[in-house]
C-alpha cells in the first residue's frame, strides 16, 4: 500500500467539526437525555467490603417498598462459562466480567455490586437499596501488588493457577499470568557494559477521570430484543458482553452509542448494561441507572498500580547494549489487566540488542483495571526514562544525545518480537533539538528541565462503513466508531479527499449496531487509521461507480475515464463529484457503497516531551513553568484534533506525575473517591502546552495516518521526574510525585 505526506485539498486542514453546534448548543444526545415510556430509575447497591463472603441476601422488604418494580442480585444472572472475548483495547475472561457485574457468592472489591433497584425515581429506589438485607462474612485482602503475591496472600480465587507461558502452577494463587519475553544474551549484554544502572519503581492506581459518569438505558421488549442506549467506546463490544453475560443471542441485542463524555480506555468493559436490562425485564418497562461519581472511582476500571525493576547497561560511549524489566502490574479482581502492553513498551523506543522482559498480572483487592490510553505504557516510560537520564548522568552525555544515539529505527525488532516498519522517533528527537524550548535558556534556583520519550504501538482490529450519495452530490457516511476524539469529522475528511468533495459535504453518523458492519471499540489509536482507511476504501468504490455511470451517461469506455483530483475526465466531457451525481441522479441506481477492513499491523506512535519546572523546598510543590510536546502522527488529518490530543494527553500525565491517586485507608477502602479529594489538573496547574507536529507517514495507511490518541500520556511522568531531579539532584522513584513525596525526598536528602 502506498503512503505519503503529498499535497491534499482537505487533510491537513482545519474545519470547524461537524459535532460541534449540537455540543455546544446542549442539543447532543447523552445517554441520561434518552427518554421512553415508562422510564423507571435504576440503583445498584454496592459492598462496604473490599473482601467478603456473601452468607445470604435478602431482598423482601425491598420488593414490598411502594413504587419499586425490580430487584436483583447475583442469583438472578445465568452462569457463564469461561470463555475469553477480545474487547478491542485487552481481552476479558465472561465469566469473571459477569461475576463484576454482579457479585455471585464473594465480594472482591469495597464498590462492588452486590443487588439493583428499580423504582419511579432515584429517591425510592436508593431507599429500597438500603432496605436489603446482607450477611457478610468479612474476609482478609490485600492491595498491594507485592503483598498480593505473597505465598500467605489472602486468595481471591482458589481457582486461579498462574499460567508462565502456557504451563500452569499446581498451586493456586493471586499471579494470574507470567509473561517472559527475551532478546539476545542478556549476561553477555551486561558484561559489555561499562556503567550499568538499576531501580525500582512504584505507581500508583489512577482513574480515567471521564467528566461523564457511567449510564445505561435498557429495554427488553414484548417482542423478545433486547435494546440499549450507553455511554460506550465500542457499542458492538457492548452487544456481545451483555448477551454473554445474559446468554441471550447476540442478534436479540441492539446498542446504540449516545455522544460519550469522555472514556479514555474506561468505557469499553459493561458494568451497568446487563443489569439494567435484567431490571428490564423483570419490570416489564425501561430501565435507567447513572452511576454516582462515588461508584465510578469505586465499581469501575482503574488504570493498574504497578512495582518495577529496571536495570539497563551502557558502554562508555553511551550505547545502551543491555536492558532487563521486572514488572508487576496490579489487575485489580479479576485477571486480565494492562501487564501485556507494559512488557511490549518498556524498552521499545530503544536499539538495545540484548534484552529480558518479565511481567505479572496480579490479582487483589480493588476494582478490576482497565485500560487508561496506551495502558500500561506509561508505567514503564516513567522507570525506562528515568534509568536511561541517569546513565548519561553517569556517562557526562547530553540527554537528547543518548536518546538520538539509541533511537528505535526502521527495521528493529522488539524484544516482544515485531520488527519496525518506517517510524517516526528520530525525527521527532531532531524536532526538539530544533525547538524554542530546549534552545531556551532555563535559569533561576530549584528549576529543571526533563525529557522523555514514550511510544504506543497503536492497532488496527476490524471497522465497517456505508456512504450513499445524495441528489445533490452530498454523502452520507455511516459508520460505527464512537466518537471520542473528533473522529467523525477526521474520517470524513478522508473520504472527501478520496472525492474531490469539501469536508461538509460528508454527512458522517455513527449509529446503531443492527445499521453497520462490525465495527471494534474506539480506543487503541485506531479509529482515524482504521476507520478511516474503510472510508477511502468506500470512497474508492463509489469513484468506480461513478466512473462506470459517467461512461455510460457520456457513451465512451469505462476505461477512458479518469479521475484526477476529484474531478472525472472522459474523451470529450468532464465534470466534478457534485456535478456528476446531480446528473446521474436524474436516470439510474442510487450510489451507494461499503467497506469493513481489518488491518492487521501497528500504527507504531511515538511522542517526546520536554518539561521545565520549579520545585518549593519548603513545601514540595511542583510547579510546570513550560512544556512541549513532540509527536509523529503520520498525516494530522485535522492538525487541531491533533494539537488538541497531544495537549490533552500531556495534561493528563501531568496529573499522573503530580497528584493523582487512589487512597486506601488500613481497611483497603478508599478514602478519596469524589473529585473533591481525587485531585486532579486544574487550568491553574499547567501552563500552555505547545505542540510540534512530526509528519513520517506511516506506511500501512494510503495517507500515512498513524493513532494520535495515547502516545501523549507517556513521556509526562518520566520528563517531569528528569525535570525535578535536575532542579534538586534528588530522584524520586514512585508516583505521585505529590508535594508531602517531593518534601520528604527533599529533607532526607538535605
Known amino acids: ?60 422488604e425491598a420488593e414490598a417498598t411502594e413504587g419499586v418494580f425490580a430487584v436483583i442480585s447475583g442469583k438472578d444472572f445465568p452462569e457463564v462459562a469461561d470463555k475469553v ?52 462474612e468479612v474476609l482478609p485482602s490485600v492491595t498491594w501488588v507485592l503483598d498480593a503475591m505473597a505465598d500467605d496472600a489472602p486468595l481471591l480465587h482458589e481457582n486461579l493457577f498462574t499460567d508462565h507461558m502456557g504451563e500452569k502452577d499446581e498451586k493456586p494463587s493471586n499471579t ?105 425485564k423483570k419490570s416489564g418497562r425501561p430501565v435507567r441507572i447513572s452511576m454516582t461519581r462515588a461508584g465510578v472511582f469505586e465499581g469501575t ?41 507494559g512488557c511490549m513498551c518498556v524498552f521499545s523506543c530503544y536499539d538495545i540488542e540484548h534484552a529480558v522482559v518479565d511481567g505479572y498480572d496480579v ?43 539509541n533511537a528505535a529505527k526502521e527495521g528493529m ?26 534552545k531556551s535558556p532555563l535559569e533561576g534556583e530549584n528549576r529543571g528541565r526533563g525529557i522523555a520519550a514514550g511510544f504506543w504501538f497503536g492497532c488496527g482490529l476490524k471497522s465497517s462503513v456505508s456512504a450513499s450519495v445524495n441528489h445533490d452530490g452530498t454523502v452520507n457516511l455511516t459508520e460505527g466508531s464512537p466518537d471520542i476524539g473528533g473522529t467523525r469529522t477526521s474520517i470524513a475528511m478522508q473520504l472527501a479527499e478520496v472525492l474531490g468533495i469539501d469536508t461538509f459535504d460528508v454527512i458522517p453518523q455513527v449509529v446503531d449496531t443492527d445499521s453497520v458492519g462490525y465495527t471494534d471499540v474506539t480506543g487503541g489509536s485506531r479509529v482515524t487509521f482504521a476507520t478511516g482507511l474503510a472510508a477511502y476504501e468506500a470512497g ?25 483530483e476529484g474531478e472525472f475526465k472522459g474523451p470529450d466531457k468532464s465534470a466534478s463529484f457534485k456535478e456528476l451525481a446531480q446528473e446521474l441522479f436524474k436516470d439510474g441506481e442510487p450510489l451507494v457503497a461499503r467497506a469493513s477492513v481489518a488491518p492487521d499491523c501497528s500504527t507504531n506512535g511515538f511522542a517526546v516531551h520536554i518539561a521545565d519546572v520549579e520545585v518549593d523546598p519548603e513545601t514540595g510543590k511542583v510547579t510546570i513553568l513550560r512544556y512541549t510536546a513532540i509527536q509523529d502522527a503520520g498525516k494530522a488529518i485535522h492538525p487541531s484534533y491533533v494539537e488538541g490530543q497531544m495537549q490533552g494527553g500531556a495534561v493528563q500525565g501531568i496529573g499522573w506525575a503530580l497528584n493523582e491517586e487512589y487512597f486506601f485507608n488500613d481497611n483497603d477502602t478508599m478514602d478519596n ?39 501523549p500520556i507517556v513521556p509526562p511522568p518520566a520528563a517531569i521526574a528528569n525535570a525535578i531531579s535536575e532542579a534538586t539532584t534528588t530522584r524520586f522513584f514512585e508516583l505521585p510525585m505529590s508535594p508531602p513525596k517531593v518534601w520528604k525526598g527533599l529533607s532526607e536528602t538535605s
Not at 20 to 28: C, L, M, N, Q, R
Not at 380 to 403: M, P, T, Y
Not at 552 to 563: F, G, K, R, T
Open 1 to 60: 500500500m502506498s503512503s505519503g505526506n503529498g499535497n491534499y485539498r482537505v487533510l491537513g486542514t482545519r474545519p470547524r467539526r461537524h459535532d460541534g453546534a449540537e455540543k455546544v448548543t446542549g442539543s447532543a444526545i447523552y445517554a441520561n437525555d434518552v427518554q421512553l415510556p415508562g422510564l423507571l430509575t435504576g440503583f445498584v447497591l454496592r459492598s462496604p467490603h473490599p473482601h467478603a463472603r456473601i452468607r445470604s441476601i435478602d431482598t423482601s
Open 85 to 136: 472475548a477480545d474487547l478491542g483495547e485487552g481481552s476479558v475472561n465472561l465469566s469473571y466480567l459477569s461475576g463484576n457485574v454482579m457479585a455471585k457468592g464473594k465480594v472482591l472489591y469495597k464498590g462492588h455490586a452486590v443487588a439493583a433497584v428499580a423504582a419511579v425515581n432515584i429517591h425510592v429506589a436508593e431507599e429500597a437499596a438500603s432496605k436489603i438485607k446482607i450477611d457478610y
Open 176 to 280: 494470574a499470568v507470567h509473561m517472559h519475553f527475551e532478546k539476545g544474551n542478556i549476561e553477555e549484554g551486561f558484561a559489555a557494559a561499562d556503567v550499568i544502572v538499576e531501580r525500582e519503581f512504584k505507581t500508583a492506581t489512577v482513574h480515567q477521570g471521564y467528566i461523564e459518569p457511567h449510564v445505561s438505558v435498557a429495554d427488553w421488549t414484548t417482542s423478545g430484543r433486547l435494546k440499549i442506549w450507553t455511554a460506550t467506546q465500542g457499542a458492538f463490544t457492548a452487544r456481545q458482553q451483555t448477551a454473554e453475560v445474559l446468554q441471550i443471542p447476540i442478534s436479540d441485542v441492539v446498542v446504540t452509542p449516545c455522544e460519550i463524555g469522555g472514556g479514555f480506555g474506561g468505557k469499553i468493559a459493561v458494568y451497568l448494561e446487563p443489569v439494567t436490562a435484567l431490571l428490564s
Open 301 to 341: 476500571g482503574p488504570t493498574p498500580g504497578s512495582f518495577m525493576r529496571v536495570k539497563i547497561g551502557a558502554t562508555s560511549d553511551g550505547k545502551l547494549v543491555a536492558g532487563e524489566a521486572w514488572l508487576a502490574y496490579d489487575a485489580g479482581a479479576y485477571p486480565g489487566g494492562m501487564i501485556g502492553p
Open 363 to 405: 490479582c487483589m483487592n480493588k476494582p478490576h483495571t482497565q485500560a487508561y490510553r496506551a495502558p500500561g505504557a506509561t508505567q514503564v516510560a516513567f522507570a525506562c526514562e528515568q534509568v536511561v537520564d541517569e546513565i548519561a548522568e553517569q556517562l557526562g552525555i547530553c540527554k537528547l544525545e543518548i536518546r538520538q544515539l
Open 413 to 438: 525488532r522488539r524484544v516482544d518480537g515485531p520488527v519496525y516498519p518506517r517510524i517516526g522517533l528520530v525525527e521527532c528527537l531532531d524536532a526538539v533539538a530544533q525547538s524554542d524550548h530546549w
Open 540 to 564: 474508492l468504490d463509489l469513484q468506480r461507480q461513478m466512473a462506470g455511470r459517467a461512461a455510460d451517461l457520456w457513451e465512451c469506455s469505462a476505461d477512458d475515464i479518469s479521475v484526477v
Open 673 to 711: 473517591a469524589s473529585f473533591l479529594d481525587y485531585r486532579m489538573p486544574t487550568m491553574l496547574d499547567v501552563p500552555m502546552i505547545d505542540t510540534i507536529i512530526v509528519e513520517v507517514a506511516n506506511p500501512d495507511h494510503p495517507y500515512g495516518v498513524r493513532g494520535v490518541g495515547e502516545p
